[in-house]
C-alpha cells in the first residue's frame, strides 16, 4: 500500500533557528515528491518538487534533500522566521500522472 | 491569489441538510481534484475530473458527489450531512494529469464546512 510518514508529528522552534522535517514513504514506483507548506485554514502552497534523479532542492531558506534508495526524504529550515508557522505536507507521487499521495503533515509552531 | 477560486469560504449548516461547494480552476487548467481535510488530518482525496470527465475516485462517501462543467468550474455536492462531515474541503487544478510530475496542483484557499 501507498504510504507517506512524517515526522515530527509537531515541532516548536525559537525564530531564528534551523529545524528538519522527516518524510518516509513506501510509494511505488516513485515519480516524484513535493514539499508543500500550509498555512492555518489555507490551501498548501509548493515549496520544492525533486525526482528520484535529484538529491537536493532549494528554495530560499528551504532545502530538500531526497534519498530514493532509501526511500527518505527531509526538510531543512534554516534561520527560521515567525512565518515559517504552519504544517509542513510530503507529497509523492507514485507515477507519471497517478494521484498524490499526501503525509499527515508537521505542525511546525515558531515562537519568539 | 493561486488562480483557483472556491466559494463560499465558510458555511454552516445543519445535520440532515445538503450543499454545494463550487471551484473555478486555474486559467489554463482542465483538471479539478476534491479534497477533504478534517480538523488536525491529513489531506483526503475524494474525485477527480478532467475536461467535464470523472477521472478518479478517491474516499468519498455516497452522500458526497461532484462534477465539472463544460466552462471547467466544480461543485461538490454533500448531502445528509453529518457532524463528522465538517472539516476544510480543497479543490486544486492542474493542466492535465499527464503534467502532475512537473507542474503539480494548485490548490484552492478552501471552504470551511461546520455542520451543526
Known amino acids: 500500500k501507498n504510504q507517506v510518514e512524517q515526522s515530527p508529528q509537531s515541532l516548536i522552534i525559537l525564530e531564528g533557528k534551523n529545524c528538519t522535517l522527516q518524510?518516509?514513504?513506501?510509494?511505488?514506483?516513485?515519480?516524484?515528491l513535493r514539499w508543500y507548506k500550509q498555512d492555518t485554514g489555507r490551501g498548501p502552497v509548493s515549496l520544492t518538487i525533486m525526482t528520484f534523479s535529484e538529491n537536493t532542492k532549494s528554495n530560499g531558506r528551504y532545502t530538500a534533500t531526497l534519498d530514493a534508495d532509501t526511500k527518505q526524504s527531509s526538510l531543512h529550515i534554516t534561520a527560521s522566521q515567525l512565518s515559517d508557522s504552519a504544517s509542513y505536507i510530503c507529497?509523492?507521487?507514485?507515477?507519471?500522472?497517478?494521484?498524490?499521495?499526501f503525509g499527515p503533515g508537521t505542525r511546525l509552531s515558531v515562537l519568539p | 491569489d493561486s488562480g483557483v477560486t472556491q466559494t463560499p469560504k465558510h458555511l454552516i449548516t445543519a445535520t440532515g441538510q445538503r450543499v454545494t461547494l463550487r471551484c473555478s480552476p486555474r486559467?489554463?487548467?482542465?483538471?479539478v481534484y476534491w479534497y477533504q481535510q478534517s480538523l488536525d488530518q491529513g489531506l483526503q482525496f475524494l474525485i477527480q475530473?478532467?475536461?467535464?470527465?470523472?477521472?478518479a475516485k478517491g474516499n468519498i462517501l455516497e452522500r458526497f458527489s461532484a462534477q465539472q462543467f463544460p466552462d471547467l468550474h466544480s461543485e461538490l455536492n454533500l448531502s445528509s450531512l453529518e457532524l463528522g462531515d465538517s472539516a476544510l474541503y480543497f479543490c486544486a487544478s492542474s493542466v492535465d494529469p499527464g503534467t502532475l510530475a512537473n507542474y503539480g496542483y494548485t490548490f484552492g484557499s478552501g471552504t470551511r464546512l461546520t455542520v451543526v
Open positions: 486559467s489554463g487548467d482542465l483538471s
Open positions: 475530473y478532467y475536461n467535464g470527465e470523472e477521472r
Open positions: 507529497v509523492v507521487s507514485p507515477n507519471y500522472g497517478q494521484n498524490f499521495v
Open positions: 518524510c518516509n514513504y513506501t510509494v511505488s514506483p516513485f515519480s516524484n
